[in-house]
């Protein structure tokens, strides 16, 4: 199978992924792909949970160091809840792939967004879009973080359901992204949904799952 950072055209530089439904497992599965193909750094311009699985670094020698050894790590600020944060010394060009997580969701499959979000860093080349399939066919009000943002951009109460136009109609009003991947797409239903989402929207967009590390083009 092909991976999916090719998929998802990951080249060298920053690559941002912003909406929901997965975006830091996404990151972490991207970060394991590319690190035979160079170094790999992951980070936040939002906020993360330090990863077990890798070095966690503040200082930019200490970077250097994970990275020469590693070959991937993990930086940022540490903040008062535990956190991470954005790190504070430049770190855009501190590695050969850099996956920056510049969203948040609260779990949720669908986002709308506040005017300061997404926080894309200014050098991003590619900001990557993530969808959870398992929100469509449930209401706004539960599978939308910003709810009330996400129906007026739907044009629908927060009680409508979120059908493949009503994400269409979102997500071409916002227009963060350059590709987007739909996670958690398991059943036929969701894969029948995914590509009604794919005739509506005119960008590349990979659907699959994760967990089951099972993933094709819609579009």
């Not at 969203?103 to 005017?115: I, L, V």
């Not at 997404?118 to 879009?129: A, D, K, Q, S």
């Not at 469509?136 to 409508?160: C, D, M, Q, T, W």
Request: charged share 25%; glycine share 8%.
């Amino acid at each position: 199978m092909e991976k999916l950072c090719d998929l998802l055209q990951v080249k060298p530089g920053v690559t941002a992924l912003i909406g929901g439904g997965g975006k830091t497992s996404l990151l972490y599965h991207l970060a394991e792909e590319l690190r035979d193909r160079g170094t790999v750094l992951v980070c936040t311009t939002t906020k993360i949970w330090p990863p077990e699985h890798l070095p966690v670094v503040g200082e930019v020698d200490k970077l250097i160091e994970a990275l020469s050894h590693y070959g991937v790590a993990c930086a940022g600020t540490p903040t008062a809840q535990g956190k991470l944060t954005t790190p504070h010394f430049r770190w855009e060009d501190r590695a050969d792939y850099v996956l920056v997580e510049a969203d948040g969701s609260a779990g949720r499959p669908f986002k709308a967004h506040e005017a300061w979000e997404p926080v894309i860093p200014e050098r991003c080349g590619n900001t990557v879009l993530v969808l959870g399939a398992d929100g469509f066919g449930k209401p706004i009000s539960k599978a939308a973080h910003r709810p009330a943002i996400y129906a007026k951009l739907a044009g629908v109460p927060e009680n409508r359901s979120i059908s493949p136009a009503v994400a269409a109609k979102v997500v071409k009003r916002e227009g963060f992204h350059d590709r987007i991947f739909v996670n958690q797409t398991d059943t036929e239903k969701e894969w029948e949904q995914v590509r009604q989402l794919a005739e509506i929207l005119d960008c590349p967009i990979v659907a699959g799952s994760l967990r089951d590390k099972n993933w094709k083009i819609v579009r």
